[in-house]
Structures are given as C-alpha cells and as structure tokens.
C-alpha cells in the first residue's frame, strides 16, 4: 500500500500562491506515477496536474502556466505550486498515485480556498 498525505492548502486572495505537498509513504517503490486532482462543491473530481516517475508532466488547460507540479525523489514528496489563483480554483485537492503493484492510492485531500 502507498499512504499520501497532503499539506498546504488555505484560504488565499485571487492572484495569491499557494504550494501545496504531498508526502508518500510506504510501497513507494511500486509508484510509476503522481498527480493532483481537485473536486469542487457539485462537480466531478478533475486532474489538474500529474508526474511520472521519468518527469514527464502534464496539465489541464485551465491550469496552465500557473500552476507547476514536481517532485523530490531523495523525500518522495511531490509538489504543486499554485501561483495567480482564481477563485474558480477553490476545491478540495487530492494527492493520487498510480503504482505497479498497489494500484491507484488516494490522499484525505486538502482544501483550498479563493477568495475574490
């Protein structure tokens, strides 16, 4: 099994940063791959930014060039770096990892909040 926990989310202005992480533990030898989602109130959870384990990152459209995901190995934490938010991207985020031999692992999520 792989265990995330995430951290980092808050209430922020519109135009303010946040970075949010998200710590694995446990089977972190099976993970091929990390990302964020996010669930907004009476929508559907959305990726909003995932990393495999050469690097290779990914965006939705509406997250682009503002936001960055990465990721320490030596720490097995991966981060997302939320610059210029709006308040659309207030929701609840979740850490996801995809591993070889444990599947998709969820985090408890964290919220964050934008205010206009």
């Known amino acids: 099994q792989v265990q995330l926990v995430e951290s980092g989310g808050g209430l922020v202005q519109a135009g303010g940063s946040l970075r949010l992480s998200c710590a694995a533990s446990?089977?972190?030898?099976?993970?091929?791959?990390m990302g964020w989602y996010r669930q907004a109130p009476g929508k559907q959870r959305e990726s909003v930014a995932t990393?495999?384990?050469?690097?290779?990152?990914n965006y939705a459209d509406s997250v682009k060039g503002r936001f960055t995901i990465s990721r320490n190995s030596a720490t097995n934490t991966v981060y997302l770096q939320m610059n210029s938010l709006k308040p659309v991207d207030t929701a609840v985020y979740y850490c996801?990892?995809?591993?070889?031999?444990?599947?998709?692992?969820w985090g408890q999520g964290t919220q964050v909040s934008v205010s206009s």
């Open positions: 996801n990892a995809i591993g070889r031999d444990t599947g998709v692992s």
């Open positions: 990393i495999t384990l050469g690097g290779i990152t």
């Open positions: 446990g089977s972190i030898y099976s993970i091929t791959a």
